[in-house]
């Protein structure tokens, strides 16, 4: 595995681990913060370890895009993309709120924290079925 994938990974697994502390603390809104960036961070491994080429981009839905049309699929709904994608702007700033239609909450960090641990799982599967060590 390239060096960089590594450190994506290694990134990726930091803020899992976050989220999951934030969670049991009851600080959603980090919690949510840091579920997006794993997530994001994993694909990017992704598209490091193909030499797909990495963009400038939070943007879940664009990465899943890239991976799709390289035939690498994963299993994400369109809602939880969405959800998902709806996290990184508004938790960076106190203005806004996470969900647009109400306060994080423990089930939203569940659901959220539901969809990283299986796209973890895919994403880690993908590079073991290519031949690439975890």
């Known amino acids: 595995m390239k060096r960089e994938t590594e450190q994506w990974l290694k990134y990726a697994d930091e803020n899992l681990?976050?989220?999951k502390v934030l969670m049991d603390s009851g600080l959603f809104n980090p919690c949510l913060q840091n579920i997006q960036q794993a997530i994001e961070k994993y694909l990017k491994a992704v598209l490091t370890e193909r030499d797909l080429g990495l963009i400038k981009t939070h943007s879940i839905r664009t990465l899943i895009n890239i991976l799709t049309e390289n035939g690498i699929s994963l299993s994400s709904t369109d809602d939880e993309i969405d959800l998902i994608d709806s996290i990184y702007l508004p938790?960076?700033?106190?203005?806004?709120?996470?969900?647009?239609?109400?306060?994080?909450?423990?089930?939203?960090?569940?659901?959220?924290f539901g969809t990283l641990e299986r796209l973890k799982e895919e994403v880690l599967s993908n590079l073991n079925r290519e031949g690439v060590a975890e």
């Open 91 to 112: 938790s960076k700033y106190p203005a806004f709120s996470v969900l647009p239609d109400f306060v994080p909450d423990l089930k939203t960090c569940m659901d959220c």
């Open 17 to 19: 681990q976050s989220a």
